[in-house]
């Protein structure tokens, strides 16, 4: 039989990190074998259940690359269903009604000594199947329960080895509540039956779930799927990942400038062994993958990793994609505001090689990059504060530039500007390490940078020209903190894109 797996989230939240992370491992699987990935939307609770959280969970698979086959089927379109498997437990005597209220449950729970160790104590399954017609035929309220069968109810894990329950550790839990709706049992077995799971992969918190499962796939006269169960992410202080562990939300990911292959890569190297390197391509992901790929413990969420891969993903992104996809973020902190076609601001492909290997995030590279699209951006204080100090390199900037306006721009590579910049240092008695610091200044506004040539050359003649042009300006006026955001501004230069 053909590989059948299916991601089923709640729409009551984002889609999480830990949901993300099974879906991803169900979606491989399914890859990996030639099977069907089915999206399944589980909305029964509709109190909180909202058309928003669905069209978010939809995009963060998207966003993160996980497509699917079939659906997303909602569970709110599928009572019948539950309430036909429900009659037919009843019928062969693998379910029964149950009459005790909520009340007279709890007033037994609580009587027993041990309210947290109490199990429902089968008060109604010896009622007649007769009797228990007549009293629904009578209007009388109740429950449908599942008769647990005696035994032990196991399986053969696929990521934890074989688990068994004994019957007694499981109660006769409720199918059908009062008012006719299913439980999640009723609902989530039944849809997997309907549509021909032949795994369900997920996390080990639903563990105590797969015994009651598993004796409704026997009442239905059925075999059950194979069960895997996929260890927690856990936080740095090892407890279980939530909102007190910062973000959590995929989408949130993509705000804070984290590329989707990126947390692919982490999600899917998080508790499982796929090789030392830090980054995969999905298809290679796919190849490596298996269940016996994953680990059996928790995995814990070290943000660190994730920028580290981040970096990486970004550094070997092609500059053409790179271009496309950090547009957003730099429209987000251009001065000037977003970019338009009577303003544009569009960062060079050289402009996003060189510092694309520096970015640990989107975000980062858009900073880096407004030097690159537009001459409104502040100096960084303690580079201005050292540039005060050696005004003699002051000087030999303002010289440098005739020498550096004077090449062509075949001339404008890395190395003839290297060479020039070196030759005038050293004709004019200083150091190229103290030419180097006011001018990675004027054209970045940072004490740091790549390598300065390569700047100069990503910048281009003309954006370099007018970079160095403005900070000589704002010393020579004895205002060096020029620029946006700083006090005492003289006048304001109009962003304009740099030349390549």
Known sequence: MSVRVRFAPSPTGYLHVGGAR??????????????????????????????????????GLSWL????????FFQSERQSLYTENARKLLESGHAYRCFCSKEAVEERRNASG????????????????????????????????????????????VVKGPIEFDSSEVEDFVLLRTDGTPTYHMSVVSDDVDMRMTHVIRGEDHISNTPKQVALYR??????????????????????????????????????????????????????????????????IMRRFDFSALKNSASVFDRERLTFINAKVIGETPPCELKLLVRPFLDAVLPCGPSTAQCPCEPTEAAVRVVGTRAKDMRELAAMLVPFVSEDFPYDQRGVEKARKDPRAIEALSSLMPPIEALSEEEWTPARLEETLRAHAEASGVKA??????????????????????????MGKEGTLARLRRGLATFEQGNPSAGRGSEGLGEMHRPKPASD
Not at 29 to 39: D, E, N, S
Not at 65 to 72: K, L, Q, R, S, Y
Not at 433 to 440: E, F, K, M, N, T
């Open 114 to 157: 041990k309210p947290g160790e109490w199990k429902y104590d089968q008060l109604c399954r010896s009622i007649t199947p007769e009797e228990s017609k007549r009293r629904a035929g009578a209007g009388e309220p109740f429950v449908v329960r599942c008769a647990v069968p005696a035994g032990k109810l196991g399986w053969n894990d």
């Open 22 to 59: 099974t879906a991803l491992i169900n979606w491989l699987y399914a890859r990996k074998h030639g099977g069907v990935f089915i999206l399944r939307i589980e909305d029964t609770d509709e109190a909180r259940s909202t058309p928003e959280m669905t069209q978010a969970i939809l995009d």
């Open 65 to 72: 690359g996980i497509t699917w086959d079939e659906g997303p």
């Open 433 to 458: 390490g103290a030419l180097i610091h006011p001018c990675r200044l004027f054209l970045t506004g940072r004490t740091e940078s790549p390598g300065i040539f390569d700047v100069l050359w990503a």
């Open 219 to 284: 009442g239905l006269g059925l075999e059950p799927p194979v069960f895997g169960h996929i260890p927690l992410i856990l936080g740095m202080d090892k407890r279980k990942l939530s909102k007190r562990h910062g973000t959590v939300s995929v989408m949130t990911y993509k705000d804070e400038g984290i590329l989707p292959l990126a947390l692919f890569n982490f999600l899917a190297q998080l508790g499982a062994n796929l090789g030392e390197e830090p980054v995969l391509t999905m298809t290679e």
